[in-house]
């Protein structure tokens, strides 16, 4: 990006970037410069909406939020991916593997607001099993940044379709956005839980097996009771 004409430059927003739900592998060292350089923003940012820096409940702020952000909500922006250790299918299980109730804690790619949720991840293995500590990794993995649920949902099914190579992936994630909480858009947000769902391989076609899936992940879908 171009510096824009007399506005001074920034050192580390001229480095590459890419999008907020991306990944730019940043050292420690670049890491240490952007939540100095974060800070100072952040102070200016205060002064603008005319908090009183001397407020001692504010005193503080500009570096907590640099920290907040580089460390803990963006950090999956700037690590590398979790290591995924499989394990052979030995015994070649065919059938579903599900794990439920993996921890979703984003933020919005729009209003750098909480997204807060849940995700079902299941799949039927190829020749390879994974420890399932490693699935809640990618999921944080790839909700420490800003997000839009539904990428959120495809990039963890592209990421595990990968490296498992299983038969079929199913990955559900359901989410309140605060976004919408916070600001009271209109009705009943609170109520409001965003459903996404991704499925690969056999789960693309195979409804007996989706229904299987949901069964196992403890969805209950309207209208499809027989
Ligand atoms: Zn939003």
Redesign the pocket.
């Known amino acids: 990006m171009q510096a824009n004409g007399s506005r001074r430059s920034i050192s580390t927003v001229e480095a590459p970037s890419a999008d907020a739900n991306g990944n730019v592998r940043l050292s420690a060292a670049e890491l240490e410069q952007m939540e100095r350089e974060l800070e100072q923003h952040f102070a200016a940012i205060m002064r603008i909406l005319r908090i009183d820096p001397s407020d001692p409940n504010s005193a503080d702020t500009p570096k907590r939020l640099a920290r907040m952000w580089v460390r803990e909500l963006f950090r999956g922006r700037y690590e590398p991916p979790p290591r995924c250790t499989l394990f052979p299918n030995r015994r070649r299980v065919s059938g579903l593997v599900v794990s439920q109730g993996i921890d979703v804690r984003s933020v919005?790619s729009?209003?750098w607001?909480p997204i807060i949720g849940q995700c079902v991840i299941g799949y039927v293995p190829g020749d390879f099993i994974i420890g399932l500590s490693k699935l809640n990794r990618v999921v944080e993995w790839f909700s420490r940044r800003g997000q839009v649920q539904e990428e959120l949902t495809e990039q963890i099914a592209d990421f595990l379709y990968e490296r498992l190579k299983p038969k079929a992936l199913g990955v559900v994630v359901a989410c309140r956005?605060y976004?919408?909480i916070l600001r009271g858009v209109e009705g009943d947000e609170e109520q409001a839980v965003m459903v996404t769902a991704a499925w690969r391989g056999e789960l693309e076609q195979n409804m007996e097996l989706r229904r299987e899936f949901l069964h196992l992940a403890g969805i209950h879908v309207p209208y499809d009771d027989q």
């Open positions: 919005c729009h209003h607001q956005h976004c919408m």
